[in-house]
């Protein structure tokens, strides 16, 4: 199954303040959430939400998996010590 990757408005934005270096590897990760998901078992949070986190370097990328209309919905990205603060 294909998903399609959007993105919250504030993720975009936040897109330029990352390195060059760490960017390309970021957006190879979330390219990679299209075509082959990993096991949502493993990388769903902790809590009572619904979201996934994946790894990249330093950086995590915050996901939503929407099945029913096939959407990955990327809520946050940021480095590792501050991007699970103030999750919307």
Not at 8 to 25: C, I
Not at 41 to 52: A, D, I, L, P, Q
Request: overall charge positive; proline content about 6%; glycine content about 4%.
């Amino acid at each position: 199954m294909q998903y399609s990757i959007e993105f919250r408005p504030f993720v975009l934005q936040s897109l330029k303040q990352f390195p060059k270096r760490e960017l390309v590897r970021i957006k190879k990760r979330i390219e990679d959430l299209s075509s082959d998901l990993p096991d949502p078992k493993m990388t769903k949070m902790k809590g009572r939400n619904s979201f996934h986190k994946i790894r990249s370097g330093d950086y995590r990328i915050v996901f939503e998996i929407h099945e029913d209309r096939l959407i990955v919905l990327v809520v946050k990205i940021g480095h590792r010590k501050d991007v699970y603060k103030n999750l919307p």
